[in-house]
């Protein structure tokens, strides 16, 4: 199928969808019409991981593509997502909402520059955060996610050399917590590099009993008042499993709505960014996330566009560390299950 011109420039489908048309039963139809499936960011707006196959951080919709049997994946996140979606699936169509939907911290490394950063740095191994473009995955020997980084890079014998990139937070909070002194690559999430420290403390002091949570990629000074450091996923579960009734969440606020159905007697509040006055939100959102909306998955399950495409000799090379990532968390996981 031809998609227009105007559409390609813009990077989406752009098309209005008729009012009289139930967007939900319609992309519920199309998906099961075309053997599709739709995967959602915890950090997508409600709507859309309401109406997700599944929802997760990056491992875990990671683990979920490479196990799927849907002839096509919808990827509602970013685009290097759709990237490790179609690396582990180079058979299936994979589709993202918009291609304009990019990541920050994956932008803050090129391959190129992580070439040569790996070159002033003889005989270390690189081990690359999940936030990355495939061509930095092709240079990489593991892939981590925040949910498994200090697991993985337990796994290195004590004295192995380690390039970590691209964020710095995670990457400085994972030598903290394992006693190495891994290179770090100097990158950053704009999310999580712009919450204020001043506006944090306020909340706690009006909610003196409220739990702190704090995503790694975030500041050492964020992450030094935090009650508990996690990722996506490992903050949701906390929330749910403790017996606070206030907690205070510094990582993209997307992550409330799932604590919000998982804890509805709860109350979440979104920890503001250092930009909260000039902005007039109180929240941090990622705006490549905000991308994904319901009109968009509409048009893109109807038209199978944008779709993802890989170099193949760069899929060969960057599915290896993500294979051994999910190699190694599934492997941990059940030496863990066996104690």
């Not at 380690?162 to 030598?175: E, M, R, V, W």
């Not at 950053?188 to 409220?210: N, Y």
């Given at each position: 199928m031809l998609v227009k011109d105007s559409w390609r420039e813009k990077g989406y489908v752009d098309e209005p969808v008729p009012s009289d048309v139930d967007l939900k039963s319609e992309i519920r139809r199309m998906c099961k019409e075309k053997n599709a499936v739709i995967l959602a960011h915890y950090y997508t707006d409600g709507e859309v991981q309401d109406i997700a196959d599944f929802v997760g951080d990056s491992l875990a919709l990671a683990q979920w593509s490479a196990k799927t049997d849907a002839d096509i994946i919808v990827m509602c996140g970013v685009h290097f997502m759709g990237e490790t979606n179609k690396i582990l699936c180079p058979g299936k169509k994979v589709l993202v909402l918009d291609l304009n939907a990019g990541c920050s911290l994956a932008d803050s490394c090129n391959a190129d520059d992580l070439s040569k950063f790996i070159d002033e740095h003889p005989g270390h191994k690189v081990v690359s955060y999940v936030n990355t473009t495939a061509a930095v995955k092709a240079l990489t020997d593991v892939v981590v996610t925040s949910s498994n980084a200090k697991l993985i890079i337990d796994s290195f014998p004590q004295d192995?050399?380690?390039?970590?990139?691209?964020?710095?937070?995670?990457?400085?909070?994972?030598?903290?917590?394992?006693?190495?002194d891994m290179v770090?690559?100097?990158?950053?999430?704009?999310?999580?590099?712009?919450?204020?420290?001043?506006?944090?403390?306020?909340?706690?002091?009006?909610?003196?009993?409220?739990k702190v949570l704090v995503h790694p990629e975030c500041p050492a000074p964020i992450q030094k008042i935090a009650d508990v450091i996690g990722s996506t996923a490992g903050l949701l579960n906390y929330s749910v499993k403790d017996d606070a009734e206030v907690f205070i969440v510094a990582t993209e606020s997307g992550i409330l709505h799932e604590m919000r159905k998982a804890s509805p007697d709860k109350t979440f509040i979104p920890a503001p960014p250092e930009a909260t006055e000039t902005i007039g939100c109180s929240c941090n959102e990622c705006s490549f996330m905000k991308l994904n909306t319901m009109r968009k998955l509409y048009n893109t399950l109807k038209y199978e566009w944008p779709e993802i495409e890989v170099d193949k000799d760069v899929a060969e090379k960057a599915v290896r560390p993500i294979e051994k990532m999910l190699e190694i968390s599934k492997s941990l996981k059940s030496a863990m299950s066996s104690k």
């Open positions: 192995e050399k380690l390039i970590f990139g691209p964020d710095k937070n995670l990457g400085a909070y994972i030598n903290s917590v394992t006693g190495r770090l690559w100097n990158g950053g999430c704009h999310v999580h590099g712009q919450f204020s420290l001043e506006a944090i403390l306020k909340l706690k002091e009006e909610h003196p009993g409220a």
